[in-house]
């Protein structure tokens, strides 16, 4: 005869009482909640299943399969040049603003006089708006007219044409991106300013020069943020849209609105972007269920990017952090 | 560790908050409905959408917005200027209270996808209804191109025609008496034209580059007779002879102007189109492919030296048809998610068909007017230099492109290999023309 064991049963007051506690904690998580299925649960559902329907916003969506997912690995002529361009950006822009804000952060902390207009001159241009700042770029690096090349002629150094030039166009970015660097440097001149003056001296007194100290001392200390710059970067840089946009739009001459088209990407498809094909599919071309399989696969890549970064971490970060 | 697991949570929040903001946007739609049930005479307020934005082009059209209210006091028109494409495209999706009822586009060459996708909604019950045949109403040219594969969804709202504009004083100086007629005629008087200074131009005779403001594919298109299309609806520019000339001479005329290098760092300091400092203007390009609408910009700019216009040259062995040009035009419809279609109707049928709501509209702003009554008007602006337009519009081999369920992606799939072949970077023209063909036929299917 088999054995059962019986369990007292709970009484109901303590049955209410984990009711409660259960509804005080799901009240507690409510907002969180709330906001995770409307603005994350629910859009990543839909995109998945808008991504196998044929559906441009009109007529009610129709099952179409794997056919979008082969038109845009296969057939759309934007996609892989985008995702080229925004491997590009993030493997170049995000090692190059990282250096050159920890770089700039450095030199800031150093600086015993005129610390403070040092800080400013390299913040204000983080306050530009982008349209604003990318149109100026534009303008400085005309290769028919813009002061840049007219210095870089005047010196007899070769003048690149810049955003015009396929070869040119993403270094130029690059530069746009890098001149508006003030975001990582506060955060960077935080993070070293917060390492232990100690540690310096230790340092000093064993006979570390200015890059040991460096390596063994400023480093292990900032390493955590340096991951977060890293991390932060690749993440918006994968939304990289405005900036290539507007240069393009601006270099190109083509000016919306007069009937005549714009194509992305000019010069060449070269500063086309994942996020400018994705609003060409689904809002241009109401393409919803092509735009929502390229939307996916940058968020498979940004999910991607984040867990190798997030694992690697522990390379170079210290026990306590 | 717990706290690995926070930092792995923020960051996948903060990754999928890409998928989320891309299709947030998409998540409320609304729903085009067939059939008009409204009362046209009942009291109501229509929402008209436009993409004019110059003070003169806005006065004129509320001008004639007012004279439409005064003949249907019962429908009241809120107007809203300046709008682009891009934000009419996601209107007409979306709907609701805020969205228009009566909207208008200067991109002709979305109507295939208006059309083939019910964002305008089917004007030809409300045709009928008013017993007007476009064919009879509207310039041949027009009226094909604010349809789609039978369906017509927009009317023309005044139309473009292209031509060609030249400096009188640059003429006289080297010594051309006449307009060029033919391509030949025009690359020998282009070069006569262009004066060299250092690595640039002190006067370039014509600016060929694809980018060159009005120098697109499409434009430089219908003076060749470009098909497009085969009659299965098939691309067909690799095998069509006309498609490869336009390239081809696009490119000679480019490298005999100095070559594109040369050519697209003087066009990246030239001023702003739509400015007082076009390059036309300003005398640094003597002859400009362009609208009608330049005669009066450049009239309004207070030149220094006189301009002429005449239609565009023509390729040498279709010289019979100098006279024609490229035609393009503002459209209007219905919004297909609007609730009151009747009331639309009447605005529409008042803009586009009115005599004298399109001629006093035509003169305002310097287009051509789009109805075959409105040609004939003798209160239509008398000037030569606008009249050569009206001319060029009536030829009867002026043409826009074909529509496409696609709408002008097309276009511009052809004029990116136009980008590439001027400057050198794709080498083999035929090889080119077989994969435009080949990625329009894609892009068409999959927008089928």
Redo the contacts between chains.
């Keep these: 005869m088999a054995a059962t064991t019986l369990r007292p049963p709970a009484s109901r007051a303590l049955r209410a009482k984990h009711r409660r506690s259960a509804l005080r904690t799901l009240g507690f998580l409510s907002p969180w909640l709330i906001g995770f299925t409307v603005f994350f649960a629910y859009p990543l559902v839909s995109t998945v299943y808008f991504s196998f329907m044929e559906y441009d916003g009109f007529a009610p969506p129709v099952w179409v399969g794997l056919k979008n997912w082969s038109y845009v690995f296969n057939d759309y002529a934007f996609f892989w040049p985008a995702l080229r361009n925004t491997l590009w950006l993030v493997a170049v822009m995000v090692a190059l603003r990282v250096l050159f804000g920890l770089g700039v952060g450095l030199l800031i902390t150093k600086i015993k006089t005129g610390a403070g207009v040092f800080r400013t001159l390299f913040y204000l241009p983080y306050l530009a708006p982008p349209v604003a700042a990318t149109m100026s770029f534009v303008f400085l690096l005309n290769p028919g007219t813009g002061p840049v090349n007219t210095i870089l002629e005047s010196v007899g150094l070769p003048a690149p044409g810049w955003f015009t030039d396929p070869a040119w166009s993403k270094p130029s970015l690059t530069i746009l991106a890098l001149w508006c660097i003030g975001d990582l440097m506060v955060i960077f001149m935080a993070a070293l300013l917060d390492v232990p003056k100690e540690q310096y001296e230790a340092a000093e007194l064993d006979g570390a020069r200015a890059w040991q100290r460096f390596r063994y001392v400023t480093f292990p200390n900032i390493s955590p943020i340096v991951l977060f710059a890293v991390v932060t970067g690749v993440i918006a840089t994968m939304q990289y849209y405005t900036e290539p946009l507007v240069a393009a739009k601006v270099a190109s001459g083509v000016i919306g609105g007069s009937g005549q088209q714009f194509e992305p990407g000019y010069p060449d498809r070269t500063t086309l972007t994942v996020p400018q094909t994705i609003y060409n599919l689904g809002f241009q071309r109401f393409d919803t269920g092509a735009a929502c399989v390229v939307a996916l696969v940058l968020f498979a890549l940004a999910m991607a990017f984040t867990a190798i970064l997030m694992r690697r971490r522990s390379g170079f970060m210290s026990a306590e952090d | 560790m717990p706290r690995?697991r926070r930092?792995?949570g923020a960051?996948?929040?903060?990754?999928?908050?890409?998928?989320?903001i891309?299709?947030?946007?998409?998540?409320c739609?609304?729903?085009?409905e067939s059939g008009a049930t409204d009362d046209p005479n009942a009291k109501t307020t229509l929402t008209f959408w436009h993409?004019w934005?110059a003070p003169g082009e806005v006065a004129a059209i509320e001008a004639n917005i007012d004279s439409f209210e005064k003949k249907h006091p019962n429908i009241k028109v809120k107007v809203v200027k300046?709008i682009?494409?891009?934000k009419l495209?996601?209107a007409l999706?979306a709907g609701g209270s805020n969205a228009p009822d009566v909207v208008s586009s200067?991109?002709?060459?979305n109507v295939g996808?208006f059309c083939s996708?019910?964002?305008l909604a089917d004007l030809k019950p409300f045709l009928e209804k008013s017993k007007i045949d476009p064919a009879r109403t509207f310039l041949p040219q027009m009226a094909k191109y604010t349809e789609h594969e039978g369906k017509r969804c927009a009317v023309p709202l005044l139309g473009?025609a292209y031509g060609l504009y030249y400096n009188k004083k640059a003429f006289a100086e080297a010594g051309i008496t006449a307009p060029p007629k033919t391509l030949s005629e025009f690359d020998k008087v282009a070069e006569k034209l262009t004066k060299s200074k250092g690595d640039?131009y002190r006067q370039l005779g014509f600016m060929p580059n694809f980018?060159?403001?009005?120098t697109?594919f499409e434009h430089y298109a219908s003076q060749f007779g470009v098909r497009y299309f085969d009659a299965e609806g098939r691309s067909a520019l690799a095998g069509d002879p006309a498609a490869k000339a336009l390239f081809t001479w696009q490119k000679n005329l480019a490298d005999r102007l100095g070559g594109y290098?040369k050519l697209?760092?003087?066009?990246?300091?030239?001023g702003?189109?739509?400015g007082p400092k076009h390059p036309f203007h300003t005398g640094q390009v003597a002859m400009q492919l362009d609208g009608e609408w330049r005669g009066k910009m450049a009239q309004d700019a207070d030149l220094d030296f006189e301009i002429g216009a005449a239609p565009f040259p023509v390729p040498d062995d279709r010289a019979a048809d100098y006279g024609k040009g490229y035609l393009?035009g503002t459209i209007l419809g219905i919004a297909?998610v609007s609730r009151k279609q009747n009331a639309a109707w009447e605005l529409v049928k008042y803009l586009s068909t009115d005599t004298d709501a399109v001629v006093s509209f035509a003169n305002a702003i310097h287009n051509v007017p789009s109805t075959i009554a409105a040609l004939k008007s003798p209160k239509l602006n008398n000037d030569p230099l606008y009249r050569t337009f009206v001319d060029i519009a009536q030829h009867p081999k002026s043409s826009h492109a074909p529509s496409s369920v696609?709408?002008?992606?097309f276009?511009?799939?052809a004029?990116?290999l136009g980008?590439?072949y001027e400057?050198g970077?794709e080498k083999d023209l035929d090889a080119g023309l077989k994969e435009t063909d080949a990625?329009v036929d894609?892009?068409n299917e999959?927008?089928r």
Aim: charged share 25%; aromatic share 6%; proline share 0%.
């Design positions: 690995n930092t792995k960051a996948l929040a903060a990754t999928a908050a890409t998928a989320a891309s299709l947030l946007a998409t998540a739609t609304g729903s085009a993409g934005s300046g682009t494409d891009d495209n996601q999706r200067f991109t002709t060459d996808r996708t019910d964002a473009d640039s980018q060159g403001y009005e697109t290098k697209e760092k003087f066009r990246t300091g030239l702003d189109e739509w393009s297909g696609n709408g002008g992606a276009l511009l799939t004029q990116d980008v590439r400057a970077r990625q894609k892009d999959q927008a």
